[in-house]
């Protein structure tokens, strides 16, 4: 990961490697500004004396999660054509995974217990139906992944000079995939042709195999009811089949091919069922494009298809962050074996002092104040604990107790009843999640020039 660097004034210099960042702050010439993801700032040297080169964030948006990536744009000729190709050389690599989900499901939990509320036990006049909407109003679920990409955004270009942006305009015309007849054959055809309608199979069918349900294999678009036998080409008849699979089924029909009826009633019912996921990108693509212009940079705008057409030419690994790397124009991806951060929304707490049961009533009451010893839950916090059990060091985000004792969330393990005296701030939360992921297999350990830093004098 490329560490990025403020002036002593805190604007955004152009990132370091982790090796010139150590130095830097044993030195003295830099101190830590933040520690994940790592930003320093120097104390020696202000914006107007330093040269910078174009810097580009690169988004792939999704239901789920979101891929970001800081690329430096490089440029070359071919000696063969005498054509510029355009280069990307990877810097960081982000997935920012929304909490949409778990934000539609609490709206929809309590609207249903104030409406039982309401109807059953208390009786409320009805109200005029004169609630209005403003022109572009999007539900609180997808609001959030607008948001928070917007958000991150904004983040990146505190940290870094950032020149451009590059976003993948996910656009599933769900009609066409439906029908394609309608649009025509030249919108069929050309150099991406096939990649838009396998794909949404692909998202569909959660790149599994619709008939074994197994992965990690080539996969491949199958008609349920055979072309043999008179089947269309619509969405609703198509899947996505492993080779064995499709070869053993061939034109036989699907009540042949599948004996066991219960998996048979899931095939055929997940054929029929819209992608849920692919309306969400929908509604929320035109949103994001027009906040992102409003940032005041360079927007560029690309295809899915040509996101995953870039991924396979240059033959990457498939990634949300990685498919940030690969989206709009880009004929070479340097330095993209790099660990990449994720970014989980988390929250920064509810309003709700008390906790529900079933029927919507209070159950318990939760402390009225939200910090504890000057911590608060999903700070980040260094443990160090000289004596006992639990002797060691514990790096995590800190779930706070009224007793003074916290539960640090290190990884994938939790480390119940820390005392609060052995628990060192290092970052305030803000909302996120962080953890690292390996690109690829044996890869070196990530975050290290952070780690080493906690112990320079340059930490506050």
């Given at each position: 990961?490329?560490?990025?660097?403020?002036?002593?004034?805190?604007?955004?210099?152009?990132?370091?490697?982790?090796?010139?960042?150590?130095?830097?702050?044993?030195?003295?010439?830099?101190?830590?500004?933040?520690?994940?993801?790592?930003?320093?700032?120097?104390?020696?040297?202000?914006?107007?004396?330093?040269?910078?080169?174009?810097?580009?964030?690169?988004?792939?948006?999704?239901?789920?999660?979101?891929?970001?990536?800081?690329?430096?744009?490089?440029?070359?000729?071919?000696?063969?054509?005498?054509?510029?190709?355009?280069?990307?050389?990877?810097?960081?690599?982000?997935?920012?995974?929304?909490?949409?989900?778990?934000?539609?499901?609490?709206?929809?939990?309590?609207?249903?217990?104030?409406?039982?509320?309401?109807?059953?036990?208390?009786?409320?006049?009805?109200?005029?139906?004169?609630?209005?909407?403003?022109?572009?109003?999007?539900?609180?679920?997808?609001?959030?992944?607008?948001?928070?990409?917007?958000?991150?955004?904004?983040?990146?270009?505190?940290?870094?000079?950032?020149?451009?942006?590059?976003?993948?305009?996910?656009?599933?015309?769900?009609?066409?995939?439906?029908?394609?007849?309608?649009?025509?054959?030249?919108?069929?055809?050309?150099?991406?042709f096939g990649y838009e309608i396998r794909e949404y199979l692909l998202l569909k069918w959660g790149h599994t195999c619709g008939y074994c349900g197994k992965g990690d294999?080539?996969?491949?678009?199958?008609?349920?009811?055979?072309?043999?036998?008179?089947?269309?080409?619509?969405?609703?008849?198509?899947?996505?089949?492993?080779?064995?699979?499709?070869?053993?089924?061939?034109?036989?029909?699907?009540?042949?091919?599948?004996?066991?009826?219960?998996?048979?009633?899931?095939?055929?019912?997940?054929?029929?069922?819209?992608?849920?996921d692919a309306a969400a990108v929908n509604s929320t693509r035109h949103t994001l494009a027009g906040d992102l212009r409003g940032e005041g940079l360079a927007v560029e705008l690309a295809s899915g298809g040509r996101t995953k057409y870039n991924r396979v030419r240059l033959n990457l690994p498939k990634t949300h962050a990685l498919d940030a790397v690969c989206v709009g124009q880009v004929d070479e991806v340097t330095d993209w074996q790099r660990p990449t951060l994720m970014v989980k929304s988390t929250g920064r707490g509810s309003y709700s002092r008390t906790r529900l049961d079933k029927y919507g009533f209070p159950r318990g009451y939760l402390m009225r104040r939200k910090d504890v010893r000057g911590f608060r839950t999903g700070d980040l916090v260094c443990a160090r604990v000289p004596t006992g059990k639990k002797t060691g060091t514990h790096t995590g985000r800190v779930a706070i107790r009224e007793s003074g004792y916290f539960n640090i969330q290190t990884g994938a393990t939790v480390v119940q009843g820390i005392s609060h005296k052995h628990c060192e701030l290092l970052q305030r939360a803000d909302g996120y999640g962080y953890s690292w992921i390996a690109t690829t297999k044996g890869e070196a350990g990530t975050g290290r020039a952070a780690h080493d830093a906690l112990s320079l004098p340059g930490h506050h």
């Open positions: 990961m490329a560490v990025f660097v403020q002036d002593q004034h805190g604007h955004p210099l152009m990132p370091c490697t982790e090796r010139r960042a150590r130095l830097l702050l044993e030195r003295g010439r830099a101190k830590i500004h933040r520690v994940v993801p790592f930003v320093i700032r120097l104390t020696d040297r202000s914006r107007e004396t330093c040269a910078f080169q174009p810097l580009r964030i690169k988004l792939d948006p999704g239901s789920k999660s979101t891929g970001l990536a800081v690329v430096r744009d490089t440029e070359c000729v071919d000696r063969t054509t005498g054509e510029i190709e355009r280069g990307a050389a990877v810097l960081n690599l982000f997935e920012l995974i929304h909490r949409g989900r778990q934000i539609s499901e609490a709206l929809t939990a309590r609207r249903s217990m104030r409406r039982r509320r309401r109807g059953n036990l208390r009786y409320r006049a009805p109200r005029f139906n004169n609630r209005t909407r403003q022109s572009g109003w999007l539900p609180p679920s997808l609001r959030h992944r607008v948001d928070t990409t917007l958000s991150w955004v904004k983040r990146l270009r505190r940290w870094a000079p950032i020149t451009d942006l590059s976003c993948e305009s996910v656009r599933f015309d769900l009609q066409a995939l439906e029908n394609p007849e309608i649009s025509g054959v030249e919108y069929q055809h050309g150099t991406l294999r080539v996969l491949n678009i199958d008609h349920i009811d055979p072309r043999a036998r008179s089947g269309s080409n619509r969405v609703s008849n198509l899947a996505i089949a492993c080779v064995d699979c499709n070869q053993k089924k061939g034109a036989q029909p699907i009540e042949s091919f599948v004996k066991d009826k219960a998996r048979l009633a899931r095939i055929l019912a997940q054929a029929k069922r819209p992608l849920r």
